[in-house]
């Protein structure tokens, strides 16, 4: 039952980024959708776990959810700032050096906190 509240959490999430997209792209609209799904879904489940109990939390969820965060603010940034720059570049080699740096970037945050965050076992 735990699972089933967390995923309808996680649809209800995806559907409302989708349906407020405004302007956005379709597909860009549900790529942000899955990434605020699975983070309100992490969220959904620690609330939920330190109020009523469950057992599909893990004992380290609450670090996966900052390093998740913290990757993706990092890919993010850093891709919307190499995009932005005013460079004699075509937009579109802007934005594949922009999504190459954020991507790296990002992944370096993301191996640099699981290393740092969860214990060598």
Known sequence: MDAVLCLLVMAGTWLWVVKQRGEWNL???NLA????GVVTGIVFTLIYDAIIGTSMATPNLHR?????????????GVWLW?????Q?????????LGAVCGLAAG???????????????
């Open 33 to 36: 959708g899955a990434g605020s």
């Open 64 to 76: 996966s959810l900052v390093v998740f965060i913290t990757s993706a603010g990092v890919l993010a």
């Open 82 to 86: 190499i995009a932005n720059r005013r």
């Open 27 to 29: 597909l860009l609209a």
């Open 107 to 121: 992944m370096a945050t993301l191996m640099f906190l699981a290393v740092n965050y969860f214990p060598h076992t």
């Open 88 to 96: 004699p570049e075509h937009p579109v080699a802007r934005q594949l």
